[in-house]
């Protein structure tokens, strides 16, 4: 059976890359404008992973991650932040977060699939 991802970005171009790249590495795909969009696409959803922009209106990625940290069914599950932020604080913020990996945009398709693959077989 094919994982998962919710994709948490934004930008609908973003979102179409990234689906695009993940889909045609066989993956199955949910997408969700901000955080709290990405909750509500959650419930009742069966997800593998999470790649989440940082900046984002209604909720960010930082905060994103921190509610779903403290859901059990989510405490252990991968969490990539895919940002044009790539500052050593803010990385730091994401670790301590809960933020399994950081990738930094512009990526190459082969990038984000590498990291995806480092965190689901």
């Known amino acids: 059976m094919a994982k998962t991802f919710l994709i948490v970005d934004d930008s609908a171009s973003m ?16 997408t969700a404008e901000n955080g709290k969009d990405a909750l509500v696409k959650l419930e009742g959803a069966k997800v593998d992973m999470v790649i989440t922009d940082l900046n984002m209106p209604e909720m960010d990625g930082i905060s994103l991650i921190r509610e779903l940290r403290n859901k059990a069914s989510y405490k252990f599950m ?3 932040m895919l940002t044009t932020e790539a500052q050593e604080a803010k990385k730091q913020e ?23 693959r480092k965190f689901v077989k």
């Open 78 to 80: 991968p969490i990539v």
């Open 15 to 30: 979102r179409q890359l990234i689906s695009f790249t993940l889909k045609d590495a066989g993956f199955e795909v949910v």
């Open 94 to 116: 994401g670790r301590a977060a809960g933020a399994s990996g950081w990738i930094v945009k512009p990526f190459s398709p082969e990038k984000l699939l590498e990291v995806v």
